[in-house]
């Protein structure tokens, strides 16, 4: 804690970096990866200025935030998005919570796994996304439909990760667990939940990516609120600029629930050599 | 490290033991069709070193195993201190790797070894005396993968140490290690058996190893001991003496030609 140089891992990163490193070129900083995404919005914004995209195709980035100001004053676009994330984070709390449950039940008992491991394998097969036409007759185009697709989706990234985690525990480490009079719960806590805790991680990040790729298509298809059904919207009288918001809108989205998840990371696996020193 | 071992030699046999008396009986151990021990009889007095040599595959960790309760005897029966229930409690086991966990701090790995129930914070004054015992108190706050071999293992070893065990089985702990390091893991392990007075086993494919730390050596083969060499050396022993490399040629000589089936007890 108190003395970096004693830690293999946690200085290798940087002297590594340091030792390649040309003046004047940033490395490793948190904005670096933001510089190419705000050259393309000034290349963007230099071709749709000089006339070279025609707007009704392509509006040019200063539009695209008229646009985002004009339905924040209205207060369609705070609304819309509040719509979008509710729905997402229920879908995933509904559908990450039955996958984890699940998928640590049958990487603890044989006999569950036995019963219902080749039932998801065969519903896994299935393309969510087929069921929406289904989902749509049984639930009509409100809430329940696009929670339940959401849910499903994210439930196979979540059970699949759970399920490895928890089956790939060094047994090693429970037979000294054992030795100890660890069982049980106690044995769960210290030993099982922290070693399948990386892989339940990777699921959570597939399963965010799954979340807003489903919940746009639910949105697209059979919604009347939410960003998905704000760029419908914006389609029919020709909006390019308020189509481009969203589409905007979607990329930061998930830029940040990725990055709430590596944060999550970053706290919860600490013990990780590859984790230890950074920022 | 080694001054205060050197007054105390012989002294383990007098004074009050902490260690616990371990009597195997016709024991007897088979996975599947494969009788791995055949009848093993064997007492251990409290407070004994005892070292038990064998090729690879001879049974003599399975032996070490069974002591430990980590695994049940097919016939026969293991008891510390006359009782065949306790071996779990009484007897603590250091296995061939450190078997950290690698998301608790050293400290919070030590206290393992106290079990589920354990107070919190008294586990944790606990695990550091322990780790005192060791030599790395400094490195409590610590994750495990910024250890080295070494220190990995003697972290396992105030693991092992931080309940007061009456038996330590040690399943080879010192295998992994280089040759500095291991010499050193051996005055370590002599120095706190003397000082804490608990029985030990000791599992080894080291001759060297074993003639420097046992009271007495067993060598074991095809399941069954097949010689039983008591070793009356001062301590700490000096591996270059005449004496160390007589009672080391002598054991070697039983691994190399062994006598199946013959008792030497």
């Known amino acids: 804690m108190s003395d970096f140089a004693e830690r293999p891992a946690a200085s290798a990163w940087p002297r590594r970096f340091a030792a390649t490193r040309r003046p004047g070129v940033p490395h490793g900083r948190p904005w670096t ?11 963007w914004q230099a071709s749709a200025s ?54 640590l039940l049958n990487g603890l008992s044989r006999l569950s796994f036995s019963v219902t491991d080749t039932s998801v394998q ?26 339940f697709i959401v849910a499903l989706g994210v439930f196979f990234p979540i059970y699949l990760n759970t399920l490895h985690g928890v ?106 050599p590859t984790l230890q020193g950074a920022p | 490290m080694t001054m205060p071992v050197a007054i105390e030699h012989d002294a383990h046999l007098s004074r009050p033991t902490a260690g616990a008396p371990l009597t195997l009986r016709g024991v007897r151990k088979s996975f599947g069709a494969k009788t791995v021990l055949n009848g093993v009889n064997l007492h251990v007095p409290a407070g004994q070193f005892l070292t038990v040599v064998g090729r690879s595959g001879c049974g003599k960790s399975t032996l070490l195993r069974l002591v430990a309760g980590l695994d049940e005897p097919t016939t026969g029966e293991i ?29 919070a790995n030590v206290a393992i ?3 589920p129930a354990a107070d919190h ?39 092992a140490l931080v309940s007061d065990p009456r038996i330590l089985a040690l399943d080879e702990p010192l295998g992994a290690l280089d040759a500095l390091t291991r010499i050193e893991m051996q005055r370590l ?9 608990f029985t030990s086993m000791l599992v080894t494919h080291d001759v060297t190893e074993a003639v420097t730390l046992g009271d007495r050596i067993v060598v074991i083969d095809h399941g069954a001991i097949t010689a039983d060499i008591p070793v009356d050396l001062p301590r700490p022993r000096r591996r270059g003496s005449a004496e160390f490399a007589r009672v080391e040629s002598k054991i070697l000589e039983r691994l190399l030609s062994p006598a199946r089936g013959v008792f030497d007890r």
């Open chain 2, 189 to 197: 392990v002599e120095q706190v058996w003397l000082s804490n007075g």
């Open chain 2, 121 to 159: 914070t008294r586990a944790l004054t606990r695990s550091r005396d322990a780790l005192a015992t060791v030599g790395l108190v400094d490195r409590a706050g610590e994750w495990p993968s910024t250890l080295s071999g070494g220190q990995k293992q003697r972290v396992a070893l105030a693991r």
């Open chain 1, 122 to 147: 065969m519903i896994r097969n299935v393309p969510h996304l087929a069921l929406i036409p289904l989902v749509i007759v049984w639930f009509g185009i409100d809430e329940g439909a696009k929670l």
């Open chain 1, 167 to 272: 089956r790939s525990v060094d047994p090693q480490l429970i037979e000294m667990a054992r030795s100890y009079g660890f069982r049980g719960w106690p044995l769960f806590r210290r030993v099982i939940w922290p070693a399948g805790l990386p892989s339940i991680l990777v699921g959570l990040r597939f399963a965010l990516g799954v979340m807003w790729l489903t919940l746009i298509f639910a949105e697209t298809i059979a919604a009347q609120s939410g960003i998905g059904y704000m760029a419908m919207q914006a389609r029919e009288f020709m909006q390019t600029d308020v189509i481009v918001l969203s589409i905007l809108l979607y990329a930061l989205l998930g830029k940040g629930a990725d990055s709430l998840v590596k944060v999550l990371e970053h706290w919860a696996l600490a013990w990780r």
């Open chain 1, 33 to 43: 990866g933001w510089i190419l995404p705000a050259l393309i919005i000034v290349a």
């Open chain 2, 113 to 115: 070894g106290l079990g």
């Open chain 2, 79 to 107: 008891a510390i201190e006359g009782v065949s229930e306790v071996r779990a409690r009484l007897a603590r086991i250091m296995f061939q790797e450190p078997r950290l966990l690698p998301w608790a701090r050293v400290d």
């Open chain 1, 50 to 103: 000089l006339g070279w995209i025609a707007d009704t195709i392509m509006p040019s980035p200063y539009a695209v935030a008229a646009a985002a100001w004009r339905l924040t004053l209205s207060g369609e676009l705070l609304q819309n998005l509040g719509v979008s994330t509710l729905r997402a984070l229920v879908g995933l709390v509904v559908g990450g919570g039955v996958g984890l449950a699940l998928g």
